[in-house]
């Protein structure tokens, strides 16, 4: 079992800059990628980051050149700093990491953490 540790949501400004971070625990864990999603209110949940277990990153097209999804060496934790934050960032984001804890493969989901920003 993959246990998540959301932390760093908050309110800005349009134009300021917020970092999520993401810790994951768990029995032999090896992470096979984690990414961040963020789901806004009417809209459906999607893909803001990833990173695999390689260092390969993929961005949705409306963040780039504006977040940036890190790690540390071991690769855990997992860190999204949000530079010039809009209005339409805001959202509740979420982690998720896939993962094998032993031999069994899982898919866990962070509670979510808010992220808004104001005009």
């Known amino acids: 079992q993959v246990q998540l540790e959301e932390s760093g949501g908050g309110s800005v400004q349009a134009g300021g800059s917020l970092t999520l971070s993401c810790a994951a625990s768990g029995s032999a864990l090896r992470i096979v990628a984690t990414g961040w999603y963020r789901q806004a209110p009417g809209k459906q949940r999607e893909l803001v980051a990833i990173?695999?277990?390689?260092?390969?990153?993929n961005y949705a097209d409306s963040v780039k050149g504006r977040f940036t999804i890190s790690r540390d060496y071991a690769g855990n934790p997992v860190y999204l700093q949000m530079n010039n934050l809009k209005p339409e960032d805001t959202a509740v984001y979420f982690c998720n990491v896939r993962a094998y804890s032993g031999s069994i493969s899982t898919d866990a989901w962070g509670q979510g953490t808010q992220v808004t920003v104001s005009s």
């Open positions: 990173i695999n277990a390689g260092g390969g990153i």
